[in-house]
């Protein structure tokens, strides 16, 4: 059982910066294709970023494309997100997820663990 911990959430002005990490115990988080997904209230959960086992690949939905930077740490067992320029609508709860396999993809059914999330508020 993979068990996953985000931090790094908090309170920031439109504009801020904040870097969230995910830690991974349990099975090897070099096993897992990361995902960062994100949760406004009232709306449902969507992708964000998400990287391969390895590191290679990356993708982001198009509203974080060029603000938002994934990457990972497999000897540290943990994954990133570099999170700049941002605004308002990036509040939510941000939730790091793995997927058994190298691809990954920023579709929340297609991933087999979750953390508990952490909560992002950009003030306006």
């Known amino acids: 059982q993979l068990h996953l911990v985000e931090s790094g959430g908090g309170l920031v002005q439109s504009g801020g910066s904040l870097r969230l990490s995910c830690g991974g115990s349990g099975l090897p988080l070099d096993e897992f294709a990361i995902g960062w997904f994100r949760q406004a209230p009232g709306k449902e959960r969507e992708g964000v970023a998400c990287i391969s086992r390895d590191g290679e690949t990356a993708d982001y939905v198009n509203s974080v494309q060029g603000r938002f930077t994934i990457s990972r740490d497999n000897d540290k067992n943990t994954v990133s997100l570099q999170m700049d320029s941002l605004g308002p609508e990036d509040t939510g709860i941000y939730y790091c997820?793995?997927?058994?396999?190298?691809?990954?993809?920023?579709?929340?059914?297609?991933?087999?663990?979750w953390g508990r999330g952490t909560q992002v508020t950009v003030s306006s």
């Open positions: 997820a793995a997927r058994r396999g190298r691809i990954a993809t920023i579709i929340p059914a297609s991933y087999d663990f």
